[in-house]
């Protein structure tokens, strides 16, 4: 037999496309569904109808010898009903039948605790009741439900089903006024052999849908079609840059470091604001040595000849992160801008903390050129890490037997070169190289948090982001305007998801603290399935790794439907206006891969709950997208893994 539905979700789907539901039916109907297998089914339906569902429970009372085969069911109010054609009902002792119908009424008695624990059963007088379960065999569970129904004063009931026994359809129809039946079957044998995935549902999976059913989907879903940009072409982002070119910072996230598309659409989006608005940097979730090698490119302050050369730059893992071939159009474009404009150029610059070696290697080189005296004073500080031979894990496993390490020595020498006034350097040469003094002393701090298990460490890189920011701002001088990049767990304001409770803080909503939300964009990237370049373990190799659909009750399952029934896949929302600022202020799962990425753990992780409107100011959906292209593989081995989430 062919499998027609992919599971019962797409049952549900389905399903809600043969309701024949006239407007005027639509304020007295109430779905019902008969858990658990019914529920999936009931979730579909009324995020397709827009029509709140409940369940009714019923619990099938078996055969002793067959438990599989109903021969009667009981439902709420310990309403029970046995069926009197049942074969090898003559068989079973009536004190033996009544205990069966004890046992489940007993079950009735606990799924209501787990389900319905502070609430009753609304009233079904007057009402069009669907009942909705995920088939019909025996259709011994429908019938007690539709008799039950009935009983209580409803004005209708029917029964609706993606798959059913002919025969037992056609028998049901004197306890119902309807049976619609997507698909009917003469010789049906079992309802799972007409779904792919047919597992069995846990009481927390239906607890899930129960919770965000109550109408929220269908808020979310009609809202977000009603207010979805298509993104087809570069000049549907013009509503979007007309929103956000007014603020001062504007923050560019992604839900992965290895999406095409995240990269691209970000890449066009700055193209726009620093080509028609005039921003002046760019500053990314990266290195600021390797950084300043592409920033130097691109004001044709380098002997490096191309984008791909300076890009070379980035040696530590994960290299992909800004060695790829979207980052390669992104660096020649700016330098192309750069070339055809008088002022000052646009720059580029990392904002993390990672560097610690590289940037003692940069300050001692400068120092060397610029003041041989301080460079001898800052060499002997700096002696403190060579034990450690140019080893983060090593310098923080030491830590913790000799716990005051090099940070005395670190902030001697950032104090020393923030205090001396030093003739004759330019200004962003005296920038860049109070910068590499900063990350030293910022990294020092870094790896002495994380190596005592202290979930500061995400706070002491994310506040180093956040203090180069305003560096680079006064650098370029008041009303200078700045781009970032960075992965949503940076730029989404902390606020607005678990972070706050976990005492976590990101750059995003640092910013909005310091700068104010009007002066202050900060737009997330999310995608329903695909591909990405991650790694299956810190310091892995390279891999293109299929991303599965989003989670069921996320964001993205939401943002999935909205491109179907828009049909476009790719959109943005506008989140701060009203209605979308009111709805999208639930909390949900919203998708966050790191650059350590196994799709294994989707079903238990990788989502952060946001509340999306509070989170962000604009969010860009794609429905499919595609892995980056890096410009090599790598094996670097010298990092200790970030932590929350794996690795972003």
Known sequence: MNQIFQDRREAGRQLALKLPLSEAEKDSTLFLALPRGGVPIAFEISRETGLPFDVLIVSKIGHPLHPEYGIGAVTEGGFHWIDPRAIGLADIPAEELHSLIEQEKKEVARRIQEYRPHRALPDFRDKNIILVDDGIATGVTARVAAQYVRSQGAKSVKLAVPVCA?????????????????????????????????????DQEVLDLLCNSRR??????????AHAVPLRETRDLRPLIEKIAGSRIVMLGEASHGTQEFYEWRRLISQELIAEHGFHFIAVEGDWPACAHVHRFIRGETR??????????????????WANTEMIAAAEWLREHNAGREGTPVGFHGLDVYSLFESIDEVLRQLREIDPAMARRARLRYECFEPFRRDEKAYAKSLVHFPEGCERQVLESLQELLATRLEGLRADRLLDLQQNARIVKNAEDYYRTMIHGDEDSWNVRDRHMMETLDQLLKHYGPGSKAIVWAHNTHIGDHRATEMQQQGLVNIGGLAREKWGEDQVSLVGFSTYEGEVIASPAWDGPVEITPVPPGRPLSYE??????????????????????????????????????????????????????????RYDALLFFSKTRALTPLRQEFSRSEIPETWPRGT
């Open 166 to 202: 002919a025969e037992t359809a056609r028998k049901l129809q004197g306890d119902l006024d309807e049976v619609i039946c997507f698909h009917q079957s003469e010789n049906f044998s079992a309802v799972s052999l007409f779904f792919h995935d047919f597992r069995q549902l846990g």
């Open 557 to 614: 399952e939401i943002f999935q439907d909205v491109s179907r029934r828009i049909a476009a896949p790719d959109f943005f929302l506008w989140l701060k206006e009203e209605p979308l600022r009111k709805v999208f202020r639930q909390t949900r799962g919203h998708r966050a891969i790191g650059v350590v990425y196994n799709p294994a753990y989707e079903r238990h992780g990788n989502y952060v709950p946001s509340a999306l409107s509070d």
């Open 216 to 225: 929220d989907e269908g808020t979310l879903l009609r809202h977000a079609t």
């Open 304 to 321: 490096e000849k191309s984008a791909r050369e300076a890009l070379q730059n980035f040696r530590r893992w994960p290299t992909w992160m």
